[in-house]
Protein backbone atom coordinates (compact mmCIF):
# COMPACT_ATOMS: atom_id res chain seq x y z
CA UNK A 1 0.00 0.00 0.00
CA UNK A 2 1.12 3.55 -0.60
CA UNK A 3 1.16 6.19 1.95
CA UNK A 4 1.49 10.06 1.17
CA UNK A 5 3.59 11.88 4.09
CA UNK A 6 2.73 15.49 5.36
CA UNK A 7 5.13 16.39 2.65
CA UNK A 8 3.73 14.64 -0.17
CA UNK A 9 6.22 12.47 -0.40
CA UNK A 10 5.35 8.60 -1.11
CA UNK A 11 5.93 5.60 0.90
CA UNK A 12 5.02 1.70 0.47
CA UNK A 13 4.19 0.13 3.61
CA UNK A 14 4.17 -3.91 3.02
CA UNK A 15 5.06 -6.94 4.83
CA UNK A 16 9.11 -7.56 5.21
CA UNK A 17 9.95 -9.89 2.90
CA UNK A 18 12.92 -12.93 2.42
CA UNK A 19 14.00 -10.50 -0.03
CA UNK A 20 14.82 -7.48 1.72
CA UNK A 21 18.50 -5.96 1.12
CA UNK A 22 20.19 -7.04 4.32
CA UNK A 23 22.42 -4.17 3.70
CA UNK A 24 19.47 -1.77 3.77
CA UNK A 25 18.01 -2.93 6.50
CA UNK A 26 20.79 -2.66 8.64
CA UNK A 27 21.85 1.07 7.22
CA UNK A 28 18.46 1.75 8.96
CA UNK A 29 19.10 0.08 12.17
CA UNK A 30 22.80 1.67 12.62
CA UNK A 31 21.55 5.37 11.48
CA UNK A 32 19.14 5.00 14.69
CA UNK A 33 21.83 3.60 16.53
CA UNK A 34 24.48 6.36 15.24
CA UNK A 35 21.51 9.11 16.25
CA UNK A 36 20.73 7.60 19.70
CA UNK A 37 17.33 7.07 19.66
CA UNK A 38 15.13 5.72 21.71
CA UNK A 39 15.75 1.93 20.17
CA UNK A 40 16.66 -1.09 22.34
CA UNK A 41 19.51 -1.66 20.40
CA UNK A 42 22.71 0.40 21.20
CA UNK A 43 25.36 -1.02 19.19
CA UNK A 44 25.82 -1.33 15.53
CA UNK A 45 25.08 -4.52 14.18
CA UNK A 46 26.57 -6.21 10.78
CA UNK A 47 24.89 -7.24 7.40
CA UNK A 48 25.80 -11.03 8.63
CA UNK A 49 23.76 -10.41 12.09
CA UNK A 50 21.23 -8.82 9.95
CA UNK A 51 20.74 -11.79 7.78
CA UNK A 52 20.06 -14.17 10.65
CA UNK A 53 17.59 -11.76 11.89
CA UNK A 54 15.59 -11.54 8.64
CA UNK A 55 15.64 -15.09 8.19
CA UNK A 56 14.39 -15.59 11.70
CA UNK A 57 11.72 -12.57 11.22
CA UNK A 58 10.50 -14.74 8.09
CA UNK A 59 10.54 -17.77 10.24
CA UNK A 60 8.19 -16.46 12.83
CA UNK A 61 6.34 -14.87 10.01
CA UNK A 62 5.66 -18.24 8.78
CA UNK A 63 4.79 -19.89 12.13
CA UNK A 64 2.33 -17.26 12.81
CA UNK A 65 4.07 -15.21 15.67
CA UNK A 66 4.74 -12.20 14.39
CA UNK A 67 3.60 -9.29 11.94
CA UNK A 68 6.26 -6.99 10.21
CA UNK A 69 5.63 -4.41 8.04
CA UNK A 70 8.12 -2.32 6.62
CA UNK A 71 7.93 1.38 5.45
CA UNK A 72 10.05 2.58 2.18
CA UNK A 73 10.77 5.78 0.96
CA UNK A 74 12.34 5.70 -2.76
CA UNK A 75 13.68 2.12 -2.27
CA UNK A 76 15.49 2.74 1.38
CA UNK A 77 13.55 1.03 4.55
CA UNK A 78 12.92 4.17 6.68
CA UNK A 79 10.43 2.72 9.01
CA UNK A 80 9.77 -0.59 10.32
CA UNK A 81 6.44 -1.96 12.99
CA UNK A 82 5.99 -5.88 14.13
CA UNK A 83 3.24 -7.09 16.23
CA UNK A 84 4.83 -10.27 18.37
CA UNK A 85 2.10 -13.05 20.15
CA UNK A 86 3.15 -13.59 23.25
CA UNK A 87 4.38 -17.44 24.17
CA UNK A 88 2.06 -20.27 25.71
CA UNK A 89 -0.16 -18.74 28.32
CA UNK A 90 0.63 -15.26 27.09
CA UNK A 91 -0.41 -16.38 23.66
CA UNK A 92 -3.87 -14.09 23.60
CA UNK A 93 -1.53 -10.82 24.18
CA UNK A 94 0.28 -8.79 21.68
CA UNK A 95 3.31 -6.76 21.88
CA UNK A 96 3.82 -3.76 19.37
CA UNK A 97 7.08 -2.11 18.47
CA UNK A 98 7.88 0.80 16.12
CA UNK A 99 11.13 2.65 14.69
CA UNK A 100 11.43 5.27 12.20
CA UNK A 101 14.17 6.82 10.70
CA UNK A 102 14.51 10.57 11.41
CA UNK A 103 13.95 12.11 8.04
CA UNK A 104 9.94 10.54 8.14
CA UNK A 105 9.13 11.13 12.01
CA UNK A 106 6.46 14.06 12.50
CA UNK A 107 4.59 13.18 9.08
CA UNK A 108 2.21 10.93 10.02
CA UNK A 109 4.06 7.41 8.79
CA UNK A 110 4.10 6.17 13.00
CA UNK A 111 0.37 6.40 13.16
CA UNK A 112 -0.16 4.84 9.76
CA UNK A 113 1.85 2.12 10.30
CA UNK A 114 0.53 1.34 14.01
CA UNK A 115 -3.08 2.05 12.83
CA UNK A 116 -2.23 -0.89 9.93
CA UNK A 117 -0.75 -3.46 12.27
CA UNK A 118 -3.36 -3.13 15.03
CA UNK A 119 -6.12 -3.70 12.27
CA UNK A 120 -4.44 -6.55 11.36
CA UNK A 121 -3.67 -7.55 14.69
CA UNK A 122 -7.22 -7.86 15.74
CA UNK A 123 -8.45 -9.53 12.58
CA UNK A 124 -5.83 -12.31 12.51
CA UNK A 125 -5.07 -12.84 16.28
CA UNK A 126 -8.03 -11.72 18.42
CA UNK A 127 -5.78 -10.44 20.84
CA UNK A 128 -6.85 -10.37 24.64
CA UNK A 129 -4.46 -7.00 24.99
CA UNK A 130 -2.32 -5.02 22.64
CA UNK A 131 0.66 -3.12 24.65
CA UNK A 132 3.66 -1.65 23.73
CA UNK A 133 6.49 0.48 25.79
CA UNK A 134 7.97 3.91 25.50
CA UNK A 135 10.86 4.87 27.48
CA UNK A 136 10.94 8.11 29.36
CA UNK A 137 11.55 10.80 27.97
CA UNK A 138 10.72 10.11 24.15
CA UNK A 139 7.86 12.49 24.09
CA UNK A 140 6.88 12.62 20.38
CA UNK A 141 6.25 8.24 20.76
CA UNK A 142 4.47 8.81 24.32
CA UNK A 143 2.15 11.09 22.10
CA UNK A 144 1.64 9.17 19.25
CA UNK A 145 0.68 6.40 21.27
CA UNK A 146 -1.94 8.34 23.69
CA UNK A 147 -3.60 9.73 20.41
CA UNK A 148 -3.82 6.10 19.10
CA UNK A 149 -5.77 4.99 22.74
CA UNK A 150 -2.94 3.62 24.77
CA UNK A 151 -3.17 4.07 28.00
CA UNK A 152 -0.23 3.82 30.69
CA UNK A 153 -0.74 0.76 33.16
CA UNK A 154 2.98 0.23 34.25
CA UNK A 155 6.22 1.97 35.05
CA UNK A 156 10.05 0.03 35.80
CA UNK A 157 11.87 3.01 37.03
CA UNK A 158 15.41 3.36 35.87
CA UNK A 159 14.93 0.41 33.76
CA UNK A 160 16.69 1.86 30.44
CA UNK A 161 20.37 2.51 30.54
CA UNK A 162 20.00 5.27 27.50
CA UNK A 163 23.71 5.98 27.18
CA UNK A 164 24.38 6.48 30.85
CA UNK A 165 21.40 8.15 32.09
CA UNK A 166 18.83 5.91 33.73
CA UNK A 167 15.36 6.12 32.43
CA UNK A 168 11.58 4.36 33.15
CA UNK A 169 9.95 2.18 30.71
CA UNK A 170 6.57 3.15 30.28
CA UNK A 171 4.30 -0.03 29.83
CA UNK A 172 0.90 1.19 27.79
CA UNK A 173 -1.78 -0.76 26.52
CA UNK A 174 -4.31 -0.04 23.64
CA UNK A 175 -7.58 1.21 26.02
CA UNK A 176 -9.96 2.54 22.94
CA UNK A 177 -11.38 0.07 20.57
CA UNK A 178 -11.22 2.46 17.99
CA UNK A 179 -12.55 1.16 14.67
CA UNK A 180 -9.47 1.40 12.26
Known amino acids: ME ?6 RIVEIRPLQPTDDVFDLCRFINELIE ?17 K ?14 IDFRAFLDGRCVGGAEARRGKWKERDNVELGIALSKEVRGQGLGRKLL ?33 LGFKEFARFPEWVNHYGVYKD ?9 KNF
Not at 3 to 8: A, I, N, Q, S, Y
Not at 35 to 51: G, L
Not at 169 to 177: D, G, H, K, L, T
Open 3 to 8: FVLKDG
Open 35 to 51: EKSYIAMNEKITPESEA
Open 53 to 66: WLENQIDKMRHDEL
Open 115 to 147: MELIKEVKKKWKPKHIYLSVTEGNEPAKKLYEG
Open 169 to 177: RIWMEFAIQ
